[in-house]
């Protein structure tokens, strides 16, 4: 299991972009949903693989992105 | 599960008005962060200005007031004196605060008012359609310089930071970018030392933001980034220009 989670808030994601373009682990993609406003919003492809370095969270302009970690 | 980053309640559960890839949405974000880690949202004063974050006040979860353009500084001014025990700052663009708010920039930094001011600097205006501003770099194109800035009809672009650290009344005046996640934390960080030098009332403290302009530019958001590394950084250079404790030797 993924040790870490990103829940994205896709009613404010526009697919800008910055954090497939900052993820290290190039996990990130835009997809092919469209989101409430009309854009292509991003989507994670191999969460195994993800740091939990926080770079698309941080680069994230719309505030999409929240990171879990399990356990305490 | 364990939160390793959630959105600050700073910024209030609203999608937005500024264009995909815009960078205004971070220094947003770290504003509020560092006002909300702080323990000081509901102590903080903000001042919008007018440009593309004219309507900022609908999206930080803080008290503002909206100004005349350029002429939040002297808003700020004017809450200060009513309220000394509050955090008050302004979020101005080049446009709003290098052009026609240059006056009342440095009249409230030479003047030593403690309140902090957020400078974007994307180097055009945003709002009106990508005129030039006074920051836009030597042949770079914009609506008004079609064939890039020519510094023999306009002039150089100014380096505001600069400008404002050679005044005595400033007393923390640092340069940050928002083109990698590492420039993302070094500008949260003086974000924080600009608010926590404001506590002390020592005077003025500035803080700008090398962003980008990705419609306006005619570049992709992240080719925008790229931009602000190869382009912006370069001309204007990174980092802290004053300290309380680097007064004298400043600029």
Known sequence: MAKF??????????????????C??????????????GYRT??????????????????????????????? | MKPIFTITEGMLPVSTSYCPGCTHGISHRIVMECLDEAGKL???????????????????NVDMLESAHGRAPAVATGIRRVHPDKVIFTYQGDGDLASIGMSEIIHAANRGETFTTFFINNAIY???GGQMAPTTLVGQKSTTSP???????????????????????AVYVERVALDTPAHVRQAKKAVAAALEIQEKRLGFTFVEFLSTCPTNWGLTP???????EEKLIP????????TPERKEEAV
């Open chain 1, 24 to 37: 290290p682990k190039h996990i990130l993609a835009i997809g092919d949903e469209i989101g409430a406003k």
């Open chain 2, 235 to 242: 001309y204007y250079p990174l980092g802290v220009f004053k």
């Open chain 2, 126 to 128: 945003g709002m009106t």
């Open chain 1, 42 to 72: 991003v989507t994670a492809t191999d969460m195994e693989l993800c740091i939990g370095c926080r770079s698309c969270a941080l680069m994230c302009p719309d505030n999409v992105i929240e990171i879990y970690t399990e356990g305490d």
């Open chain 2, 42 to 60: 509901g102590e903080a004063i903000g001042v919008a200005p007018i440009g593309c974050s004219v309507v900022s006040h609908q999206f930080m």
């Open chain 2, 147 to 169: 064939d890039g800035r020519d510094p023999g009809a306009v002039g150089m672009p100014m380096r505001m930071s600069e400008l404002i650290a050679s005044l005595d009344g």
């Open chain 1, 5 to 22: 989670t990103l829940q994205f808030r896709m009613e404010y994601c526009k697919g800008c972009e910055l954090c497939v373009a900052s």
């Open chain 2, 222 to 228: 992240a080719n925008a980034l790229k931009f602000v």
